[in-house]
Nanobody
Framework: QVRLVESGGGLVQAGGSLRLSCAAS????????MAWFRQAPGKEREFVAA????????LYADSVKDRFTISRDSARNTVYVQMNSLKPEDTAVYYC????????????????WGQGTQVTVSS
């Protein structure tokens, strides 16, 4: 089992920044990619960003490209997403996920999920 714990959510004004963290523990040796998804009220869970743990290849949703940056600290088994120029439409619960490096934009790919952290962007 892999346990994922997110932190760093909160309330921020439009144009502001937040950094979310996702700490992984447990049997992480079979985890090859980690990603962030988000879900706004009444909407489907959507892909935000993913990173391949070996090599650091990244992929972003068009809606966050050039504003969000995903990164990893392998020594700490932690993945981050730096979110800049936040918009009210970025308001959602953000989830960290871990799993194989395959179809990384698809939520069903991921075996493990965190509990989520709320991000609220006020206008």
């Amino acid at each position: 089992q892999v346990r994922l714990v997110e932190s760093g959510g909160g309330l921020v004004q439009a144009g502001g920044s937040l950094r979310l963290s996702c700490a992984a523990s447990g049997r992480t040796f079979n985890t090859y990619a980690m990603a962030w998804f988000r879900q706004a009220p009444g909407k489907e869970r959507e892909f935000v960003a993913a990173i391949r743990l070996s090599g650091g290849t990244t992929l972003y949703a068009d809606s966050v490209k050039d504003r969000f940056t995903i990164s990893r600290d392998s020594a700490r088994n932690t993945v981050y997403v730096q979110m800049n120029s936040l918009k009210p439409e970025d308001t959602a619960v953000y989830y960290c996920a871990a799993g194989p490096y395959s179809s990384v934009t698809d939520a069903v790919t991921y075996n493990y999920w965190g509990q989520g952290t709320q991000v609220t962007v006020s206008s």
